[in-house]
């Protein structure tokens, strides 16, 4: 996706070796599990963002693979558990843990690498990077119980939905770039604006991830489309079109005990009425200019063009 | 319970409010679900273990405390998210996190637990002693994972239960020993001696939380007896069973497809008749013994008599 530069297919083996290599275990099944979850790939965009920051400043390759790779591990342990929430039966186009190896298996498999992303750290990197990374794991649980506490709320706010997403997801893209940048020795003003630029591309991937609930081509997400809805997450396209006068439509539907297939695709078609899904496009696409905005502060360079690419790339999400 | 030694009440409440006062979080349901852990009490042997050793040597409150405080925290996230796969309904005496919140917020509260371990302690402890801790939590998920896949495995050896349970408990209780002591600046010889007295004491423990699906007090156990058996979970007493005249016995109803009320009540019996649960306690009055035998090193001291009262208490459980 962004082999185009030079360094990206060769830093991004490096992790995926570092990944493969470093998840040691006697659990033939924790192996299994993990192997499938590397070899599955996804796009690494945080690993790719520590990395690229890093290579601005003093890299250090040994200090940065592991840091960028930990929070690749981190990452996927939230993953893990996601979808035993949500009963996931696919992920990254591959059967997900929990579906694969029960439920068991996927609370003690994220847990697994939670600790071992710790342990892999611990030596390798400051004391302030571990810091800031425990406190971004601590941020993602901290969203996701909240939208869990608010399922079946039609009262929230846009606002309320936005400090959500910061904490699930913006906040650990902020600490990949933090923690490229502190590694690095870039200077604090520099580092302000890479966590900045990190915050605000967060912020556009998960509303394009929110928007693919409504749009998004089944075989590809992974699950049918409304199952937010089903189970009473409302994101930003439905809280928008909550606002508009496709309000009681929605809601008589939402209000019934039990939804139908047809009762969610009747809500989708409304939110796309209501203007809802153009509204959060038009959010993430701000955000995305909000964050290059931040670049600014770095002369053009191959970094500066791959941050680019990854800041546009959350609005073409389709997986 | 151990408060007649003079330094443990005032350790445990310095413990309890480490544990209060540390875990901020914007989210009241896992503020509220902590709170409720922590309240619930349990007998905090490991932060107890680490005190206990630290107070052997060049003991500093201001890192013990939250080393001792957050090894608690992480054993209350593998509490946590044991009694998801459970699907237990108490736990000390109080209704479980997955019973009263669902398991959605048990997976995260879990997490959080961790990473706010993890947090705590970064920049308290040596980098070895935080490797130490990750690789404690580490042993347990491989613990719980290989458990999990065995279950329903008749051929399951001594040997390799002991192996387990290793993982699942015993290797923790070593760890609190050990980084209580490093800590503390403890020698070489000291260290590996406590190190090893926790291991002993962790495998008692096991065995003996283990006998009690045959024999504990179900209200005070908080499930009904005989559920280890009913989810395919074969530990020391059946293992034992399964080596003696009653194997034929115990199998043919372990065979059915599922097995009723009276089954497993049948297979308690059997197991009772075989002596398994005498071996189970034999093994475990031999770990505790071995466990006090190390510490012939130390002097006599009241640190010392609380820990054989601890080794001496897993004998007791019944909780």
Chains 1, 2 share one sequence.
Do not use: W
């Amino acid at each position: 996706m962004f082999d185009k530069y030079a360094f990206v297919k060769d830093d991004m083996k490096k992790i995926d070796d570092f990944l493969l290599s470093n998840i040691k275990t006697s659990s033939p099944t924790i192996k299994k599990a993990v192997e499938d979850l590397v070899l599955s790939g996804g796009k690494r965009v945080r690993p790719l963002l520590v990395i690229a920051i890093a290579r601005l400043g003093e890299y250090n390759e040994d200090k940065i693979i592991p840091i960028a790779a930990s929070i690749e591990i981190m990452h996927m342990a939230t993953l893990v558990h996601d979808d035993i929430i949500d009963d996931s039966k696919m992920r990254r186009g591959r059967e997900s843990v929990q579906s694969k190896y029960g439920k068991e298996t996927a609370v003690f498999t994220g847990d697994f690498l939670f600790s071992q992303a710790f342990n892999v750290i611990a030596d390798i990197i400051s004391k302030e990077n571990l810091k800031l990374i425990a406190r971004g794991v601590k941020a993602i649980c901290e969203g996701e119980i909240e939208q869990f506490d608010n399922r079946y709320n039609l009262d929230i706010s846009v606002l309320r939905y936005l400090k959500r997403i910061y904490r699930k997801t913006a906040l650990l893209f902020a600490i990949s770039c933090e923690s490229g940048a502190t590694q690095a020795g870039l200077s604090k003003e520099l580092t302000r604006a890479m966590r900045r630029f990190g915050l605000n591309v967060g912020m556009a991937f998960q509303i394009a991830d929110d928007i693919l609930d409504y749009e998004g081509v089944e075989k590809i997400v992974g699950k049918p489309l409304g199952s937010d809805v089903l189970n009473g997450i409302y994101t930003l396209p439905l809280i928008y079109a909550l606002s508009t006068s496709h309000k009681k439509a929605i809601e008589d539907i939402l209000l019934k005990n039990k939804l139908s297939k047809k009762d969610v695709n009747r809500i989708v078609k409304e939110v796309k009425l209501s203007g809802g899904i153009d509204f959060a496009k038009d959010l993430a696409l701000k955000y995305v200019k909000k964050a290059i905005k931040f670049l600014d502060i770095i002369p053009d360079c191959e970094q500066k063009d791959l941050m680019i690419d990854i800041a546009n790339d959350a609005l073409k999400r389709n997986y």
